[in-house]
């Protein structure tokens, strides 16, 4: 991987237009989890020490195109980022015609996706992002795999266009975990759809050693086996995509394990009461809303014998205290494991606040999408614009 980076630049002076994931969760007007906030940080800091005018880009959400509205707006982010900074930082709502900022400034421009063209990369719209700056500096590794304007495109019109600290640490780190990776290679994805993780799984196969499944995908590998999973969330149509993949392993001399017990409850909620059952006995009634607890000792077992870990998704309704053990086990297991460890997604990073365990987690991404495509092998485009850049 080779591109032009940030830390390689004079930037006194320089008009820097930095492409931040600040695509946070909010409730009610405040960012209620800010790691993304966080991480972009020390290149905000960077650019400031080393004398730019930083002016900021993000999305947040998925707004409808050419349609100001408060929900989408960026304007807890200001605010939240303003604090962390310790200095005033701009929200500029119309930015397209121009930005007023002097060095040693922060501007922070309103959602990229409130303009008409973003997602389908627009070249014009690219264009008038490339000319508001001297250097284009794509920072944002949770939004490399989507080729939009702010994204590929002012990438390749931009005066100059470099990587930002974030993205080429985040590139650093998971080549790092993925080319050589200390074995044996677990891989652990949960989540609640096999259709949304196919492609995943199935290239991760071909990588790991070991793979366990979790959340829904699980169930219907329990379906794939031949076992009742009652009112479980799982999806008949990808039983045969399932058994296709357990043959894949075992063809591969491993697995991918079924549970042996697993948690159920007769309605989706917060109280419900839970029972723990082998997984060959869950009722018609009943979904199975966790692993069991024999499950979970198996899976740390997995867990401490692995050189490196990688985690996408939680393994139950971790959310719920009576379905949270068996996530809890995996978080642990982890947690003390001197397995090289990386997680990335949303859910994960929310497990990981919940059970407190960030500080025995080797590398923690700010991809959850990204993160996936980068392990799948994918080019991220944003990355490929920067490469072809370099290389003219
Ligand atoms: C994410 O949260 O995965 C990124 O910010 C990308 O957001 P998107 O899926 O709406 O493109
Ligand atoms: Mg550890």
Not at 115 to 129: F, H, I, Q, T, W
Not at 161 to 182: D, H, I, Y
Not at 264 to 289: G, N, Q
């Amino acid at each position: 991987m080779s591109f032009l980076r940030m830390d390689e630049l004079d930037l006194t002076g320089k008009r820097l237009m930095i492409r931040e994931d600040f695509n946070v969760p909010l409730d009610a007007g405040r960012v209620t989890s800010d790691a993304r906030i966080r991480a972009a940080l020390p290149t905000i800091q960077m650019a400031l020490d080393g004398g730019a005018a930083v002016i900021l880009l993000s999305h947040l959400g998925r707004p409808v195109e050419g349609q100001y509205s408060d929900k989408f707006s960026l304007a807890p982010v200001a605010e939240h980022l303003s604090g962390l900074l310790n200095q005033p930082v701009r929200l500029q709502k119309d930015w397209l015609g121009g930005v007023d900022i002097q060095p040693g400034e922060v501007v922070l421009c309103e959602n990229v996706r409130f303009n008409v063209g973003e997602k389908a990369n627009d070249e014009a719209l690219a264009r008038s992002m490339a000319v508001l700056c001297d250097i284009f500096v794509m920072d944002a590794f949770g939004t490399a795999h989507r080729a939009q304007a702010s994204t590929e495109g002012v990438i390749r019109f931009a005066p100059s266009a470099c990587a930002g600290p974030l993205l080429s640490r985040e590139l650093f780190e998971l080549e790092n975990a993925l080319t050589e990776p200390r074995r044996p290679m677990l891989a652990i994805v949960g989540g609640s759809k096999v259709s949304t993780k196919l492609t995943v799984l199935e290239s991760l196969m071909s990588k790991v050693d070991e793979l366990i499944v979790g959340g829904g995908i699980a169930n219907t590998f329990i379906a794939a086996s031949g076992y009742d999973v009652g009112k479980s969330l799982y999806e008949p149509d990808l039983i045969q995509e399932a058994q296709r993949l357990i043959r894949i392993a075992h063809e591969k001399g491993g697995e991918i394990p079924i549970p042996k017990d697993v948690v159920v409850a007769t309605s989706f909620s917060k109280d419900a009461r839970a029972y723990v059952r082998s997984v060959d006995e869950v009722k018609a009634d009943e979904m199975i809303l966790d692993i069991g607890p024999l499950t979970a000792i198996d899976y740390a077992v997995t867990i401490q014998g692995a050189g490196t870990v990688i985690w996408n998704g939680p393994v139950g309704v971790f959310e719920f205290e009576n379905f949270a053990a068996g996530t809890r086990a995996i978080a642990d297991a982890i947690e003390i494991s001197n397995a090289f460890s990386i997680a990335g997604g949303g859910d994960t990073l929310a497990a990981i606040d919940q059970f407190n365990i960030a500080d025995g987690v080797s590398y923690i991404s700010t991809g959850g999408g990204a993160f996936l495509e980068y392990v799948e092998g994918k080019k991220l485009p944003a990355v490929a614009a920067l490469e072809a850049r370099y290389r003219k």
